[in-house]
């Protein structure tokens, strides 16, 4: 099992027998989130010792229905009682309908503000987290584990508390009856406890092994989805459905055994019941008859022996739950706690005009153009000049992957990569807008450190078309406005136009209404790109960043899409990756990347000059991926 499917387990209730590693803290924490509704918590615990006075009042009243009113046969009595009886249930049941509806108030406002948090969360968080996390596992920390915190608020807690409650009041009540009987009710109630946690404690273990084959097949049946088409092309149908074959049968296996053990609990619990109340039948008779033990006390002492087991399942089985969401809510918490995407920037991106001196004013709203505010006030104008010294990088810390990369890009010059596979073009311009941080070297945007400019603003300067391209869910419109979010339609408009997209656009039925699902399902990859350009170009960045996808697309389509690339280049600094040379060709600079090393640069005629790796991709001697 590969093991990321292990990761995934996004099916099923994950986190379930398992234990929190730091309870107090967990709980504490959760507790802040409940927040100002916790008042309400002590209202519920008020109405759950009412409803449990209630209704114990309610039982304890057989004593008086027989002694007082049957034997004698009183029957204004017996009526007086039993209304009295039902009063103590009514009371019982509206207390019930009444807490829990304030603990579903609770649990809903407290699940709202957690997934709340944990969205915004996700946006702070630096795009390493999300090399190292799969998003089945952070799809797991919204629905698992959040539905395990939202269960029990909902009904665990009262489940807990009520099943504490009755068994105190139980227990006080059989004492108070007869401690004799008592004796032997302690006897059979410590086997019960032991019971209850030696199939408690090995069900859990299997039960955690269910969970694992449960989050197994949920994965593979989750990867198989994804991949039909995969499948389909390869033939692997068969394969496929061996592999779950096998993943089902340990699910059974490990199900099976988790199920029967748990299964054999309520027998042996009701096995010691009924041993318990055959013993307390003759023991209480024989007290009836010899030591005037009165008949009411006996029939609602063997009540209680009957009952006194039920809790004490309740409360074990809601331990459970209730560790089991602490587990789920430590996760979730978990995930709060990671460091944000650190942005110590201060200098912005402000909008300014010339003043009268020649100097630059900065102005609110719409102007003429872009400046850099520095914290102490100074304003630099924005020109997009990159520069790259000594830069190097690794994802992660074993693996160093660019070497001491520097390059410059002056104000409207046009930057080339080519190189192959994994050489590290793509990693270079993650590092431009501070997808990641370098470990050595200095990157600067017009003469300025990127470090000191807060994300937004640097991001905000630059155009990126990412390699994948990622659609959302709505109108073309939308998805180009994207770029922008306050751009008019005339805007949005002109920005396909540039990149070339609006002639299909307007050949879709609805054009730029059309409305988009399923990351562009509809639409042709070329036809995606086009748009991710169009969505680039809205935002009429100074530089802009163009990573090509490599995957192959029609020449009548690549033709368009290099029209659209032409057309938005102009005037800007541009970096691009280019995996066609008709793109390279023209470029100020190339650089050719090798195992994150720049081994040549300059531009079309002196590579091909210098006859090295340029001159094989050019000529088609070696692949250009
Ligand atoms: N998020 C990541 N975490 C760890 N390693 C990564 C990550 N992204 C890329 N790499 C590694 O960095 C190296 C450079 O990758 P990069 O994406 O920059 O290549 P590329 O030149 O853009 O390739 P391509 O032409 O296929 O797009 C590769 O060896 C890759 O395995
Ligand atoms: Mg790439």
Known sequence: MPENDKKKGSGGPRGRYQRPKDLKKTVGTLLRYIGKNAWLL????????LNTACAQAGIYLMRPLINDCIVPGDYPRLARTLALMALCFIGAAGLSFFYSRIMVHISQKTTHKIRQDLFAKMQDLPLSYFDTHTHGELMSRYTNDVDTISEILNNGVISLVSGALTFVATVAMMLYLSPVLFLVSIFSMGLMMVVVMTVGKRSRIYFAQQQRDLGAVNGYIEEMIEGQKVIKVFNHERAAKEGFAQRNEAFRVSATNAQSFAGSMMPAMNNISHINYAFTCCLGAILAISMGFDLGSLLLYLQYTRQVGQPV????????????????????????????????????????????????????????????????????????????????????????????????????????????????????TNLINRFYEIDSGLITYDGIDVR???KKSLRQSLGIVLQDT????????????????????????????????????????????????????????????????????????????????????????ERLIEKGMDELMKDRTVFVIAHRLSTVRNSAAIMVLEQGEIIERGDHDDLIAQGGKYYQLYTGQAELS
């Not at 602490?326 to 995407?341: D, I, K, L, S």
């Not at 879709?508 to 680039?536: C, F, H, M, V």
């Open 470 to 557: 990622n659609l959302f869910t709505g109108t073309i419109a939308d998805n180009i406005r994207y770029g922008k979010l306050d751009a008019t339609d005339r805007e949005v408009e002109a920005a396909a136009r540039l990149a070339n997209a609006d002639t299909f656009i307007r050949h879709l039925p609805k054009g730029y209404d059309t409305w988009i699902t399923d990351n562009g399902g509809n639409l042709s990859q070329g036809e995606r790109q086009l748009l991710a350009i169009a969505r680039a170009a809205v935002a009429d960045p100074p530089v802009l960043i163009l990573d090509e996808a490599t995957s192959s697309i029609d020449t009548r389509t």
């Open 42 to 49: 002590i209202v519920v615990v008020i109405c759950l010792v």
């Open 313 to 428: 399942s309740q409360v074990s089985q809601q331990v459970n739950n209730l560790l089991a969401a602490v587990a789920g809510a430590e996760r979730v918490f978990e995930v709060m706690e990671t460091p944000p995407e650190v942005d110590e920037g201060k200098t912005t991106l402000v909008h300014v005009r010339k003043g009268p001196n020649g100097s630059l004013v900065e102005v609110p709203g719409r102007s003429e153009g872009w400046a850099w505010k520095k914290p102490d006030g100074q304003l630099v104008p924005l020109r997009g000049d990159v520069r790259f010294k000594d830069v190097v990088f690794s994802y992660v810390p074993e693996k160093t992957i660019l070497h001491g990369i520097s390059l410059y890009a002056e104000p409207g010059q046009k930057i080339a990569f080519v190189g192959s596979t994994g050489a590290g073009k793509t990693t270079i």
């Open 452 to 454: 000191d400019i807060s």
